[in-house]
């Protein structure tokens, strides 16, 4: 069996090869930017979403949803909070070059990161009825002859029937560090890999996902 080799340091042939030895890069002073909802900001733009609900945000539909914030100095982190509409959410935040994508990059990087199993989620008209919060809806109202009953409710949003049912109220944070290079605009996208509003005519897979806040660190 052939094993990896193993260097204790570096050898004066891969000096040569992959040298000289840099110094650090120090980032001396940054700023942060701090946008919420619903993103209405000059240097912001917001497309392909759900709803816009006072409770949970922007509702955005799953992967071609999108945030795209521009900065004038360069950004090397961006921090997401929000919360899914179903389980197993998900944060991507990319930051492309114009003529790039991900089957031609440059500068090493792939310049596309992603956050999976953000499982806090935000509350929903289920949710509501389960709790007996929905005052004048019945689970009729919304999945006819499929959900009529807190238990036909529980079976629907439980992985595995009764694997865990996912009404979970807290919100997810997920953290990108951007670059090198740093870019001055990155676009935010996100989903949920489960099913949203099973049994109903709007059942849709992947699930959308709310964003409440975002914030940029940026180089000054």
């Not at 000289?20 to 919420?36: L, N, Q, S």
């Not at 392909?48 to 900065?71: H, M, Q, S, W």
Request: aromatic residues 12%; negative net charge; contains cysteine.
């Amino acid at each position: 069996m052939d094993h990896l080799p193993l260097y204790e340091r570096f050898t004066e042939d891969q000096r040569r090869q992959f040298g000289p030895v840099r110094e650090r890069e120090v980032i001396a002073e940054t700023e942060r930017h701090v946008y919420t909802t619903p993103f209405m900001y000059p240097n912001v733009e917001v497309g392909n979403f759900y709803e816009i609900d006072p409770t949970k945000g922007v509702e955005f539909r799953a992967n071609d949803g999108f945030l795209t914030i521009a900065e004038e100095q360069p950004i090397v982190a961006v921090t997401v909070v929000g919360s899914g509409c179903a389980p197993r959410g998900y944060n991507i935040c990319e930051w492309w070059d114009e003529g790039e994508d991900v089957e031609s990059f440059r500068d090493q990087l792939v310049k596309r990161q992603r956050v999976d199993n953000l499982n806090g989620t935000h509350p929903s008209i289920w949710s509501l009825l389960v709790l007996g919060k929905a005052s004048g809806v019945e689970f009729g109202d919304i999945a006819p002859g499929k959900i009529r009953s807190a238990l036909d409710c529980l079976r629907e949003l439980s992985e595995g029937y009764y694997g865990g049912y996912y009404m979970g109220f807290y919100e997810n944070t997920a953290y990108f560090r951007v670059g090198p290079p740093y870019p001055r605009k990155v676009t935010i996208r996100c989903g949920c890999l489960a099913p949203e509003d099973p049994g109903t005519a709007i059942e849709r897979y992947p699930a959308d996902y709310a964003i409440r806040v975002v914030e940029t660190l940026v180089t000054m």
